[in-house]
């Protein structure tokens, strides 16, 4: 029996690179008070860093592929120590597996999985604009959501590149699979514990964002 409720709010959102499972999180973190921790960004973080594991992390990265367990468990560890962590966090992009999720049950159980619905077409279609600050890790799309200075974020004045991986249409249809075959344990998982919600999204990200806070709103009661 999973034990819930020890007075922290855990959301994850699960959804296909492209789906604005990122922009989202950011938007929520301001509505529940607690972090995101994004595994990915933690990878990125790591890979910054230049060390010996963030140069292991860096070659499955950039073949994208994932990171193994071990690794991102000790990332996960150390983010959690965070004082911010305490009254909860929002899990972008974690758990990917159902061994994660299995695992992510032991220490910090869901109380809500939201599954950001978006089809491969145009999660494809999406990616392919989208820009990333390269100094604050804010998100920017040349159509959907773009910066006022097409080069540099709005929010740091920091420089836009396309995320590495991005770039690499291979790569990213890669991910898109791995993503296809893993996210359907992990719905059959979160559905027997009756956690998991699914969101359609494909229309504007205020609406995804109103229809999230919904989901959440509801299962607080
Ligand atoms: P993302 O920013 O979520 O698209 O993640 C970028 C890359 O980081 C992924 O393609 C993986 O290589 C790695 N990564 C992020 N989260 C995980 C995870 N939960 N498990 C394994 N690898 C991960």
């Known amino acids: 029996m999973v034990q819930r409720h020890d007075g922290r709010r855990i959301v994850v959102l699960v959804g296909p690179q492209g789906s604005g499972k990122g922009t989202q999180a950011e938007m929520l973190t301001e509505h529940l008070g607690v972090p995101v921790i994004a595994t990915g960004e933690l990878c990125r973080q790591e890979i910054a860093k230049k060390t010996l594991i963030g140069e292991q992390i860096a ?86 959501r773009p910066a006022q200075n097409h080069a540099v974020c709005d929010r740091c004045g920091g420089e836009l590149i396309q995320r590495r991986d991005d770039q690499e249409e291979q790569a990213l249809r890669k991910r898109l699979a791995i993503y296809r075959e893993q996210v359907e344990p992990l719905a059959q998982y979160y559905s027997e514990q009756k956690v998991w919600q699914v969101i359609d999204g494909s229309p504007s990200i205020h609406l995804v964002h109103e229809a999230i806070l919904g989901a959440i709103t509801a299962t607080a009661e």
């Open 59 to 144: 070659s499955y990265v950039h073949q994208g592929k994932l990171v193994p367990d071990d690794i991102i468990q000790a990332l996960l560890e150390q983010r959690l120590r965070q004082p911010d962590a305490a009254r909860g966090c929002i899990f972008d992009g974690y758990p990917r597996t159902l061994e994660q999720a299995r695992t992510l049950d032991t220490f910090a159980p869901p109380d809500i999985v939201i599954a950001i619905e978006l089809s491969d077409r145009v999660a494809v279609e999406r990616i392919s604009g989208r820009v990333v600050c390269a100094a604050c890790g804010a998100v920017y799309h040349h159509q959907n």
